[in-house]
């Protein structure tokens, strides 16, 4: 049996687990679990018990009044604050271990999402690989934080579905990975957040813009927009969409939209 202490290592790809799957998943006998207590010589109920720990140190459940699994929290604790102070490098790390414990380079692992950059050369490349994996991990964080089913419409095909971002991946770097900056979308309505087109105010409500608005005539905004207009969002099990980059979209994006359709 493996001892108590846990390595930095082993402890980043709990973490990483952790970020991905669903609270009511934590238990010995989901596969995901018992996949990552083969990869560390653990047993799946010290992995579900080290989960439970970094439940602990979860704001998110803090603030419901649940305390979790206290035990490990001095060993799990730095890696959240880790988390928090430096998002990107933690992910990009915890996937690089991971693939290493899998016996694969990171590039093989996402080889379908890197293959257009195959041909750039040094930090360039780098920093794109870095990009293109946390984009991918970010992506896998949202679905698990809405069940996989998009918010509006509870499409729940994973191939139909998009990670939006409140505040643009491109706006605020310290926010891209944060999973209240998250929200599952279907293709249609993860453009039109995107473009401002629509809003989702600080009741989770949908507001359609006025641009949208000027084509109420037409058979698509009486299909996909008319009848989600004042629709509450469904909300997810975890990570609240952050009231604060609600606001920051209406006014930055929904308010400012300049995009008509045509």
């Known amino acids: 049996m493996r001892g108590n202490i846990w390595s930095r290592e082993e402890l980043i790809l709990a973490f990483n687990l952790y970020l991905k799957l669903p609270f009511g998943k934590i238990n010995y ?3 995901e679990i018992i996949e990552l207590a083969t990869l560390l010589g653990r047993s799946p109920n010290s992995i579900a018990i080290r989960l439970a720990n970094f439940a602990s140190c979860d704001p998110y459940h803090q603030n419901r009044g649940v305390k979790g699994m206290i035990g490990g929290l001095k060993q ?3 890696i959240w604050d880790e988390f928090s102070n430096n998002r990107e490098n933690l992910i990009f790390e915890s996937e690089k271990l991971l693939a290493q414990r899998q016996n694969k380079t990171i590039e093989s692992k996402f080889n379908d999402y890197i293959l257009d950059i195959n041909d750039l050369k040094g930090e360039t490349k780098i ?5 293109r994996v946390n984009q991918n991990v970010f992506r896998q964080i949202v679905l698990s934080n809405y069940e996989t089913k998009c918010a509006i419409t509870n499409i729940d095909i994973p191939e139909l579905l998009v990670a ?3 505040i643009p991946w491109s706006i605020n770097e310290n926010e891209r990975l944060n999973p209240e900056n998250g929200i599952c979308l279907s293709p249609l309505y993860d453009k039109a957040f995107d473009k401002g087109l629509i809003g989702i105010n600080t009741n989770y409500e949908i507001v359609l813009s006025n641009n949208l608005k000027q084509n109420t005539t037409k ?3 009486f299909n996909f927009f008319q009848p989600i207009e004042k629709k509450k969002l469904n909300l997810p099990n975890k990570y609240l969409p952050k009231k604060e980059y609600l606001e920051w979209h209406l006014d930055n994006v929904f308010n400012t939209s300049n995009t008509y359709l045509k």
């Open 29 to 31: 006998n989901t596969p």
């Open 76 to 78: 799990c604790q730095p």
């Open 127 to 131: 920093r794109e690989i870095k990009t």
């Open 164 to 166: 939006s971002h409140i």
């Open 219 to 221: 058979e698509y905004f």
